[in-house]
């Protein structure tokens, strides 16, 4: 409203400049500083992240506003609200993903920050998947291990050895599992990027990280004859009857149903599948790397890594440096990663659910030779759109390989020609 | 406005305006308080939101279908390249197929809301009762129906699932096969659609003659021919509408797709309205998402012509 419009009378303009004083002297006031953060933290990570804003509002003084939306709907409105109404801290990923808002100017470089606080000691090789050309765009929250998690008291009673030494020998064990009855792994791919998990595994252990790595930064083909031993040895799965039947109907966290009811023995997730399994399932449970497939490759992981961000356009950046500063601190962080079971961004964290879980899991990490994040966190949207698709595809028809790897081809081609 | 009460304000006017104001511009349609100005002006409003909130943006799409586009940056220039890769895309004839399907299902929803309402509309005791629950599923918002025919569909733990076993056979993954998943997502739809048509003809029914039914009795009409020749006539308006609203439901079918299957499994499910979602939303491609936004309203533009020619010609004969 225009308080210098005709119709206003003296007492509404008297007011309107009274209110706009108060307004203008806000600044000086400590107390009336606002941060603004958007998040895509599920119900589990909430109130921990509430007690570290809470903590942060007392020291600083201030008034935080986190906005929380649901995971899916974040993760599609992230590019509207960062153009339109950014934030002065958004949650994100690190890598690609990260790295296509930086090239668009999108996130604020906060190397000064990574300097000043001395944050590259602890974070180590870790900090390079927050960088681009050497400068800083977030800080990482937390990170995932990737492998198969699987109910020891089932293979034991089925006679399977665990952990599986190498591919063969889980297909053996797939087989004798379905002899038996038992489905060998519990899939959901009503959202296909569970399928993804296996093409990464499998393209990693047969082609290995640098060829990997180029197809997903589009410079190595979908029609390679080194996909083909990828595909044959998922098909080979596929034919063994190793996966759900039906997966397409189930999300994954639908499809762990099948696991807690012991008629699924296995599951090749992140280690965030814990948070379905009840807690007698979880004690049968263990926990084991994607077997080897060719002896000579080495052992590359998958990674994936969740960051914070401070938006190029956000309002308040120096309080947002504040923010990260404290949250990065390795007491926050030790609760922080708790709920999901994560591994922590530095390792300073002192871990306070040291289970059998993360123990494997930083072993898993600890020798591994190079790390990927995931198929649609390392390669560019649009190409991830169609690939988890065609992956999909592929899990349910098979014979449609060729078709889905012209598909892929031609969208690399489209997406990656610039 | 009464002819004479016009004159009088006209002339009115006419003493107010201060002498020597009488320039050119006070005669003619732009004279002040002419109807022309009257209609205008009352236009008006309505005329700049929809040029603003319809045209603008409908314009706006056509030209962002030419252009390669992310969303944030520069877009650049391709001129028909977006619909010569759409008409090369075997998505684009899987949604096309499936828009024709949800069609040729949604023509369905007429005649069964017209049964519905002729069955419910009997002065007996306890259809109050009857017409609300068949009136429940239009209550419900679409994403709940999604969510409860998922259930309903889901082959391990759904009532479909334990309903095939008592008659001794196995469900099919109805949203997994990608043959029947657009089947099973339209059933779902017809539900509320159904309800919808059954409204409009219950509204329809109120305003049927006894009197011509009376008629219709002495003249030897009763059972089917009755309904046919005396009771039909009569629901023209309803019936006009009903399919109308079926055709543009549709075409524009997209909430219980988004619910139920994503467009999956790959793409089997998708519809063009779902596509076009689909490719700008997760795909950053603008430009090509407009494409099939253009397609999509070129083909709805074809109904709505035929719509718009009948309420007209209707309007012109009255």
């Known amino acids: 409203m225009n308080m210098f419009s005709k119709g206003a009378n003296r007492r509404q303009v008297l007011a309107g400049i009274a209110a706009a004083g108060t307004t203008l002297s806000m600044p000086a006031i400590a107390q009336t500083r606002r941060l603004v953060i958007n998040s895509n933290a599920n119900n589990k990570l909430r109130p921990v992240f509430d007690q570290i804003v809470a903590a942060f509002e007392k020291a600083e003084n201030c008034e935080v506003q986190v906005n929380y939306a649901d995971y899916e709907s974040y993760n599609t409105s992230i590019r509207s609200f960062l153009v339109t109404n950014p934030p002065d801290i958004c949650f994100w990923f690190s890598g690609e993903r990260m790295r296509a808002f930086v090239r668009r100017g999108l996130f604020e470089d906060i190397t000064d920050l990574w300097e000043e606080r001395g944050f590259f000691a602890p974070t180590g090789a870790l900090s390079g998947a927050l960088a681009v050309e050497n400068r800083q765009y977030g800080i990482p929250m937390q990170a995932s291990f990737w492998g198969i998690f699987y109910r020891a008291d089932i293979l034991e009673r089925a006679g399977i050895k665990a952990p599986v030494a190498d591919f063969p020998t889980l297909i053996e064990a797939g087989r004798t599992l379905r002899g038996q009855n038992i489905t060998p792994f519990a899939i959901g791919s009503r959202r296909p990027w569970t399928t993804a998990g296996w093409f990464d595994y499998l393209n990693l252990r047969i082609n290995g990280l640098d060829f990997h790595m180029g197809l997903m930064g589009g410079q190595e083909s979908y029609l390679d004859p080194k996909l083909s031993s990828v595909f044959d040895r998922w098909q080979e799965a596929i034919e063994a009857g190793f996966f759900l039947e039906n997966h397409t109907s189930y999300s994954w966290e639908q499809a762990a149903a099948f696991y807690n009811q012991g008629t699924a023995a296995m599951m090749l997730l992140a280690q965030f599948a814990r948070g379905q399994m009840t807690p007698e399932v979880l004690d049968a449970s263990d926990f084991m790397p994607f077997p080897k497939v060719d002896p000579a490759v080495g052992n590359f992981e998958e990674y994936p890594v969740d960051s914070l961000h401070i938006p190029a356009r956000a309002a308040n950046k120096e309080l947002a440096r504040e923010f990260l500063a404290f949250f990065y601190q390795p007491d926050n962080l030790a609760q922080w990663i708790v709920p999901e079971g994560n591994l922590p961004p530095r390792n300073d964290v002192e871990l306070l659910n040291r289970d059998k879980f993360l123990e494997k899991g930083m072993a898993l990490l600890a020798a591994a030779d190079g790390t990927s994040q995931f198929y649609d966190r390392d390669t560019d949207p649009d190409m991830a759109q169609a690939g988890l698709q065609g992956f999909q595809q592929f899990m349910v028809q098979p014979g449609e390989r060729q078709a889905i790897l012209e598909r892929l081809e031609a969208t690399r081609k489209r997406v990656f020609q610039q | ?318």
């Open chain 2, 1 to 318: 406005m009464t002819a004479a009460g016009n004159e009088h304000g006209r002339r009115a006017r006419e003493i107010a305006l201060p002498s020597g104001a009488g320039s050119q511009a006070t005669f003619g349609p732009w004279r002040p308080g002419s109807d022309f100005l009257t209609s205008l002006a009352l236009l008006a409003p309505a005329a700049i939101l929809f040029t603003v909130v319809i045209i603008i943006p409908i314009l706006q799409s056509m030209w962002i279908s030419l252009h390669d586009w992310d969303g944030l940056g520069e877009p650049r220039w391709v001129g028909l390249a977006n619909y010569v890769e759409l008409f090369g895309d075997p998505q684009f004839y899987v949604s096309l197929r499936n828009n024709l399907i949800w069609l040729a299902v949604f023509l369905l929803a007429p005649p069964l809301g017209l049964a519905l309402a002729m069955l419910i509309n009997q002065p007996l005791r306890w259809m109050g009762i009857a017409k609300s629950l068949f009136f429940v599923p239009l209550v419900l918002a679409p994403v709940t129906v999604g969510v409860v025919f998922t259930w309903f569909y889901d082959p391990a733990f759904g009532l479909l699932a334990p309903i095939a076993r008592a008659f001794g056979t196995t469900a099919p993954a109805i949203l997994s096969d990608p043959s029947l998943v657009t089947w099973g997502i339209v059933v779902a739809a017809i539900w509320p659609q159904t309800a919808l048509c059954m409204i409009l003809y219950l509204a329809g029914l109120t305003n049927v003659d006894e009197d011509l039914i009376g008629a219709g009795r002495i003249d030897g009409a009763h059972g089917f021919s009755l309904f046919r020749h005396v009771v039909l006539p009569q629901l023209r308006g309803a019936t006009f509408i009903a399919f109308a609203v079926s055709v543009v439901g549709a075409l524009r079918s997209f909430d219980l797709i988004a619910v139920m299957t994503q467009g999956g499994p790959f793409g089997s499910s998708s519809v063009l309205a779902y596509q076009m979602y689909e490719q700008s939303i997760f795909s950053y491609r603008l430009g090509y998402g407009a494409a099939i936004a253009v397609v999509l309203f070129l083909i709805v533009a074809v109904f709505i012509a035929w719509y718009l020619r009948r309420v007209l010609g209707e309007e012109a004969r009255n």
